[in-house]
């Protein structure tokens, strides 16, 4: 209990550090820095396995928030349909042809030369995150690779990343992409940060801070009174009543929508009970995207 209240201590400097950073004279909305992010590698090619076919009956695939199909080819991310043993990695999978193949992550390093196995080393985190159509590509996040892009029509690979080498347990989670933009998630507590990538003007920037103007619900994930049940506390309602909320690690798990007829990115990060919300419009976007 003591390492909890220690820790509780610790975050609410912390948080009061970064708020001190972020509430500056400035009137922007979006405070932003430039991103590590970058195209490392493009034009691979990766045949993945083969795997057994699902039954097409299931109606899990008519989920179109699981699952994307381009011309009769059905794409899924395979954790999130374990019950079918494919272990990790991207499916595809064709009914009409009864094909399927899997395309593990840390297989793909492979085949790219980005990663040599060790003699004797177990399985690798081959799992994607997240899982998103962008133009005629997918975009996925990996534990290790970064981003990790399919083109539909040539059947090769891309990479963005952040780092030249290939890390077990780094973690990049792809939270919502479209032809527009894509928002990133890389890294865990205490140093997970919100990357924006706009496909137009192909340039990477860091979310730091956004407006309060635009927050509508501050979150928590304590109710104040007594001792806190969590081992680390989160209350965005201290930001209240000050310029800007920072956008750091407390956002993991963040989840973005679109709202306004598709003029408008709607962020949610869920609590238990409470939840932060704030939204941004692609037109904020775009001038950040200019400014910068």
């Known amino acids: 209990?003591?390492?909890?209240?220690?820790?509780?201590?610790?975050?609410?400097?912390?948080?009061?550090?970064?708020?001190?950073?972020?509430?500056?004279?400035?009137?922007?909305?979006?405070?932003?820095?430039?991103?590590?992010?970058?195209?490392?590698?493009?034009?691979?090619?990766?045949?993945?396995?083969?795997c057994s076919p699902s039954d097409t009956?299931?109606?899990?695939?008519?989920?179109?928030?699981?699952?994307?199909?381009?011309?009769?080819?059905t794409y899924y991310q395979a954790h999130r349909f374990y019950?079918?043993?494919?272990?990790?990695?991207?499916?595809?999978?064709n009914f009409a042809a009864k094909t399927c193949r899997i395309y593990p992550m840390f297989g793909l390093a492979?085949?790219?030369?980005?990663?040599?196995?060790?003699?004797?080393?177990?399985?690798?985190?081959?799992?994607?995150?997240?899982?998103?159509?962008?133009?005629?590509s997918l975009w996925m996040g990996s534990n290790g690779i970064g981003v990790a892009v399919f083109d539909l029509e040539r059947k090769t690979w891309s990479r963005f990343d952040l780092k030249s080498s290939v890390i077990a347990g780094d973690h990049v989670y792809v939270n919502y992409a479209d032809d527009n933009y894509a928002f990133v998630t890389r890294g865990e507590f205490p140093n997970a940060s919100l990357h924006i990538y706009s496909v137009k003007q192909n340039k990477w920037l860091g979310l730091k801070a956004?407006?309060?103007?635009?927050?509508?619900?501050?979150?928590y994930?304590?109710?104040?009174?007594?001792?806190?049940?969590?081992q680390v506390m989160v209350d965005h309602r201290v930001f209240a009543k000050q310029r800007y909320l920072p956008i750091d690690w407390t956002f993991m798990g963040l989840r973005v929508t679109q709202t306004n007829n598709g003029k408008t990115y709607i962020f949610e990060k869920n609590f238990s009970e409470t939840k932060?919300?704030?939204?941004?419009?692609?037109?904020?976007?775009?001038?950040?995207?200019?400014?910068?």
């Open 221 to 230: 994930n304590w109710g104040g009174g007594g001792l806190p049940t969590v």
């Open 210 to 219: 956004v407006s309060t103007n635009l927050v509508s619900e501050y979150g």
């Open 110 to 136: 492979e085949a790219a030369g980005w990663f040599r196995r060790k003699e004797g080393e177990g399985g690798m985190p081959d799992a994607t995150g997240g899982l998103f159509r962008v133009g005629n």
């Open 57 to 73: 009956t299931d109606k899990v695939y008519s989920d179109s928030s699981e699952v994307i199909t381009v011309s009769g080819d």
């Open 83 to 93: 019950r079918y043993g494919r272990g990790e990695g991207l499916v595809a999978e």
């Open 276 to 292: 932060t919300v704030f939204e941004i419009s692609k037109s904020q976007l775009e001038q950040v995207f200019m400014k910068s």
């Open 1 to 50: 209990m003591k390492t909890t209240l220690l820790l509780a201590l610790f975050l609410g400097i912390l948080s009061a550090v970064v708020s001190g950073q972020v509430s500056n004279k400035s009137t922007d909305s979006l405070l932003v820095a430039p991103s590590k992010f970058k195209l490392l590698a493009t034009s691979v090619s990766y045949q993945g396995r083969t």
